[in-house]
């Protein structure tokens, strides 16, 4: 991966020709490995100033630590001329930092203070920082994109499920909710209607529903057999009650075949009828 | 990498069954393996797979890998959705079956004031709380809706009248506890119907 | 039908990673294997997938069974769609704010020595690799960016922990041994991002 933005251009020292006011386009400096028909793809080939430098000092193996400031400058410079030259647009950061180098180099120039020179107080110590900084996260990055990726290099597995059986979990209920919620229908129906909806014994209504129940396997039954002592008095009186009130609403007959004969209970209806 | 893993690796990755032709089609032309192969191949994974939790399964539009049905007890749960919950106009609608069974459709909705769906109605029915004891002898012969045992069952009473009674409505609060504490004399309907 | 084949068809079955609790809970209360249990069969099931062209990987979100990357020349041929490609400023980015997060997109750019668009960040974002976790107290209060959990899923990883180390001062080299070696890198202009 080092080679990422090398050309396969052969190396060769530099040679200190100077671009800036000839013609770029016919008097390429041998050594910037750009062909002209990749100036294009200049900018996209580097991430900005710092990358732009750290392949200068890559390419010539220099040392990081002790870069020849004046050398690397005069290159950047080349390229950045090289870019105005060719009317392209230039990122105001890559001027910024061709003014960052030009400082270094003349701060380098100047006589030392002291013999003795602590790395702090080297001019190119803070682009050395940023330089390196930016090393590892261009480093970084590359192995990131190496990374095994998800739908590119590997892939999620589908496997039929359709013949596992999902059973349904049913919504769970409070009385509470249902009881309300007569409440809210008889509020309404107190408005709106001449509806009376006045007490009724409710087992009255459950043992209707159960003899009507009964007389959905049988079209008919003895009277008496609704009639369940074990259940006591009030039990029968119940079942009385709703037979009674079954036959009000005309939902079951009462008919004695002939006289003396068993009272049945007859559901009304196509299977009543036919009962012989 | 042999043929039979490709062919495998190609089965797990695809969303959609693979014919013997799709799966011609992961190679270049020139690689092409001839269709006796994969078949071949095909055969060997099905039988690789027989007694696995996923087996290779041939459909209509080709071959794919399937969950075994034996396990939907477990992987079922992968894809349970939470339960919804009911509508105000269900809790109604069995309110009005409970009080006034047995009751048609169409004297719910003259009590309700509005239309009851038939997907209400056929809610009530799958979870057993309501049942058709009857018809009414009307045009249509109407059926007539009751609660059922598995009502009561599933709201912990013992018959209906331990129900709050429609006297105590207008109140702002339901006596719910009161009720249920006070067990019904009332014998329950067990042993008729 | 034992433990492992449960969780075998569980894994295989289910649309997302699966965590050992979710494995858990396709059980009853009473009937649900000790997460020690669950791990047990996780390792013994990766070690059994070891020579497949289908691997069980632990990601961030939990286990899941995928197709291995060797696969990937034939079995990619399934899908149309080809993977978006993604340029290196983007990478760069993702890479600051992987290993320096929560990290501003001002002290980003200081990094990269140039700006950051916002085109990348909403690619990030979008992606649902990063997100906002904060906003530093400065003016402008500038959002924070972290890495997702759907970064590690999607580049194979369980934790920040498993990413590459930086590259420490003075090396030269980086250890490529620890990725891919075969992928290429170079940059092409119709890069997203």
New interface residues.
């Given amino acids: ?1 080092a080679g ?1 933005t090398q050309p396969p251009a052969a190396e060769a020292t530099p040679t200190p020709v100077a671009v800036v006011n000839g013609n770029p386009l016919v008097k390429l400096p041998e050594d910037l490995y750009i062909p002209p028909e990749a100036l294009e ?1 200049f900018l ?2 580097f ?5 732009l430098l750290l392949y200068l000092i890559r390419r010539q193996n220099l040392d990081i630590l002790d870069v020849p400031i004046a050398e690397v400058t005069r290159q950047y410079i080349a390229y950045i001329d090289m870019m105005q030259e060719m009317k392209m647009e230039l ?1 105001a ?1 890559y001027l910024l ?1 061709a003014a960052i180098l030009a400082e270094i180099k003349s701060r380098m120039l100047l006589p030392k203070p002291e013999i003795t020179v602590d790395q702090e107080d080297d001019p190119r110590a803070e682009l050395v920082r ?1 330089l ?42 409070d ?15 107190e408005q ?2 001449h ?1 009376q ?7 009255v ?12 396997h049988a079209a008919s039954v003895e009277f008496r057999q ?1 009639l ?1 002592g ?3 008095r ?2 029968v009186i ?2 009385f009650l709703a037979i009674l009130e079954l036959a009000r609403e ?2 079951v007959e009462i008919v004695q075949e002939e006289p003396l004969a068993e009272l049945l209970v007859r ?3 196509e299977g009543g009828v036919q009962f012989p | 990498m042999n043929l039979k893993e490709i062919v495998e690796a190609a089965l797990f990755a695809s969303p959609r069954p693979l014919t013997v032709e799709d799966l011609g089609h992961l190679f270049d032309d020139n690689e092409r393996p001839a269709a006796e192969a994969l078949s071949t191949a095909l055969a060997e994974l099905t039988r690789d797979y027989e007694n696995r939790p996923v087996q290779l399964q041939p459909v209509a539009s080709g071959y794919r890998f399937q969950v075994r049905a034996a396990f939907s007890p477990w992987v079922s749960r992968l894809f349970q959705e939470k339960p919804a919950r009911y509508s105000r106009a269900l809790f109604e609608t069995l309110a009005i079956i409970a009080y006034r069974q047995p009751v048609t459709r169409g004297e719910i909705e003259e009590i309700r004031g509005v239309t009851v769906t038939s997907n209400i109605i056929r809610t009530l029915l799958e979870r057993d709380w309501v049942s058709v004891v009857g018809h009414r002898e009307l045009p249509g012969r109407p059926a007539l809706y009751a609660t059922t045992r598995e009502f009561l069952n599933y709201f912990n009473l013992q018959s209906l009248d331990q129900l709050p009674p429609l006297m105590t409505f207008g109140q702002d609060e339901w006596p719910v506890s009161a009720t249920l504490a006070d067990a019904s004399t009332v014998p329950s309907p067990e042993d008729v119907g």
């Fill in positions: 991966m990422m793809v996209e080939t991430e900005g100033p710092l990358d990122a950061e930092m940023r390196q900084e930016y090393e590892r996260f261009k480093n970084a990055a590359q192995c990131i994109d190496q990374l095994p990726r998800w739908e590119r290099d590997v892939f999620g597995v589908t496997v039929d499920v359709s013949r596992i059986e999902i059973p349904r979990i049913l919504p769970t209920v009385l509470k909710d249902v009881l309300s919620a007569f409440q809210d229908v008889l509020k309404r129906a709106v209607t509806h909806i006045q007490r009724e014994q409710l087992s209504r459950e043992r209707m529903s159960a003899v009507l129940s009964r007389l959905m609704l369940d074990r259940e006591g009030q039990g119940v079942s005309n939902l559901r009304r209806g």
